[in-house]
């Protein structure tokens, strides 16, 4: 559990294992000049299951483990990192200060808003006691990948035991069991420190509660009906939109369809020599009718997307219209671009480097049925033009592997998953200093005015100048056309009516650890 979280009703950053969200404190002198940090205090009440308490040292080994490089924390080290020093309070342990070398657009979330791990359980040996966390940066990874200590420290860390066997923490409910490919079993703990919290991560709703894995769609829509499962999430819009209409089930069921914080976008390689034109990049973008596809394959549970920021939040740019469907317009931008074709065989080509080669394109699918279903439309579309689009399928961790960290591909349809703070850090995906094979600027985006504005937003104090800066670079990355932006779903969930409940653009959209049984007590609806 984090020290704060954003609460699902008012999406604001709210504390949980402290007493406060902490203040940001200018550092004027000393080695850190320049940097900024923060006072944090976990409440007295707060501990661990073995009833030890949460101190500042569970939350110093937990930035330890997730900056050692050895460990599988590459989603969390991209903000931790910035986190140079954590200082224990010698006298009252539930007090500690976070710095940071720079000032840091993320910093106060980065400091409050990872998951804490209890450093009895994860490292019972005190593996991680005598190294510094200044020991685990980047400039010593040569160094700490022959340290004997830390790879076994690792090793362990990284083991299925921890996560599969073996979890611990300090939230409502504890682990019970894991059968693979069947069900998840949690239930609620006894003498719970935050047992009559009314914050709803810390909230203690079922006293058991089973996560059934249920890959057919069908099977799960009629255990439903049947009432041996009293939640559904992640179904189609197809069965979401049959279980409304049908009067006897929508008498049973509350239907809830939030906007989650995530967009569908096609990656495009940037390098590629076909695709390094923003008019070609643009032209296929105009090949797909998406609104067509939220009104059919969604139900009109979507919102239009135009770039890199979530069409929900207060950043966003409204000025920025989608890209419509416009095959004709499309022509013209490859005819522009100068693709024609010159051989009459119904593909168009161009001379680059001396060559003449045709407008042929792969498309990589992981055999997701919506990445399907795309794909053949733009085949479909891209064929009248003039393009020949190959479709090819293989799991997504060779996507990745094998295409995308090394920039061998043309195509892939693709999540950019967000989170719900208020300002993105848009550095790790559109900044070119992040298109490395570790960085996450996997299209190889370049545009040294989004360098310099993102560079900018890192360091500005001023929100009005920050939300002037996203939305400058909004405008520059729609003109560019790195990525073809689609869509932002809808989740789509479905609640026995016999709990109350609510939802949330918070994944996972619904929170069951909330739910009572109806009459029992209230619970504030969205």
Known sequence: MPLADFEPVTLELTPLLIKAIPQEIPIDTGYYKGGISFNIEILEEANWDDG??????DYLFTIKAINLTLTNAGKYREFAQHIKKVIVDPSNPKKFNVIFSEDYLLALESAVNIEVYP?????????????ELSDFEEKNEDKISKDSTLITFAKAFNNNEFSRNKINGCGPYKFISWTADQNIIIEKKKNYWAANSTKSSLMQGPDKMIFHIIPDELS???QLKAGTIDVINEISADGFKMLIQDPVYSEKFNFYHPTLIKQYVININNLDPRLNDKNVRRAIAHLLDIDNVIKNLENGMAIRSVGPIHPIKKTFNKELKPIPYDPEMSKKLLLNAGWTDTNGNGIIDKKINGKIIEMELEILISGQELGKKLSLMLQESAAKVGIKITISEKEFKQIRAENLKTRMYQLVPAIISQDIIKWDDLYSKWHSDSDTPEGSNETSYKNQAVDDLIDHILITKSDEERLSLYK????????????????????KIIVHKRWSSFSSAKRPGYFANTFKLVGTESLIKK
């Open 52 to 57: 030890s308490p949460i101190t500042g040292y």
């Open 119 to 131: 450093k009895y359980f994860y490292d019972s040996i005190n593996a991680l006691k005598n190294y």
């Open 220 to 222: 799960a829509i009629n």
């Open 472 to 491: 400058q670079i909004q405008t520059l990355i729609y003109a560019d056309q790195p990525v073809i932006f689609l869509y932002a779903p809808e989740e």
